[in-house]
């Protein structure tokens, strides 16, 4: 019962971010709100990434690997300008995590998750990080759309 809402809430808490990414067209990619130095395009990937890692290290999907370009540049390098690349990044990002969610018993939602990035949350805790992240950066994306250059 908690697996099936919890998955309820993280796609429908993604719904922004996806109807956001159906407006984005390519030459978007490299805007920017300044003095905000993220452009779209490294906030698409860093939101695919984020989610790659969730699936691996908080709800332990194995056999997942995870090169996480823009958890590891720590800014952006300006190279996310394939608008299809990251479209299809972030549709098997997507997918893994609800898969990794899927697998969850119900009693493993309030399983204690240690990561460097948010310390010791439980699963749902935990869940409740990955869905604000992702409306967070969406957030970002609809005003870069708005009025950024």
């Known amino acids: 019962m908690f697996t099936e ?8 808490g993604r ?4 109807k956001l990414l159906d407006q984005v067209q390519e030459n978007d990619l ?26 691996k290290n908080v709800f332990q999907l194995p056999d997942i690997k995870v090169h996480a370009s823009t958890v590891i540049a720590q800014k952006d390098t300006g190279e996310w300008t394939n ?3 990251l479209k299809i990044y ?6 893994v995590l609800i898969k990794a969610v899927q697998l969850q018993q119900d009693s493993d939602w ?24 992702t409306a967070y950066h969406a957030g970002q994306i609809g005003m870069i759309l708005k009025h950024g250059n």
Do not use: M, W
Request: aromatic residues 8%; glycine residues 6%; proline residues 3%.
């Open 30 to 55: 490299t805007r920017k709100l300044e003095p905000a130095p993220n452009s779209i395009g490294f906030l698409i990937r860093h939101i695919g990434d984020v989610e790659f890692l969730f699936a």
């Open 15 to 18: 719904t922004r971010f996806t």
């Open 90 to 95: 972030t549709s098997e990002s997507i997918a």
């Open 110 to 133: 309030d399983t204690l998750v240690t990561t460097k990035e948010f310390g010791s949350k439980t699963k749902s805790e935990a869940l409740g990080c990955i869905v604000s992240h």
């Open 5 to 12: 809402q919890y998955l309820k809430l993280l796609v429908e």
């Open 83 to 85: 608008l299809q690349a």
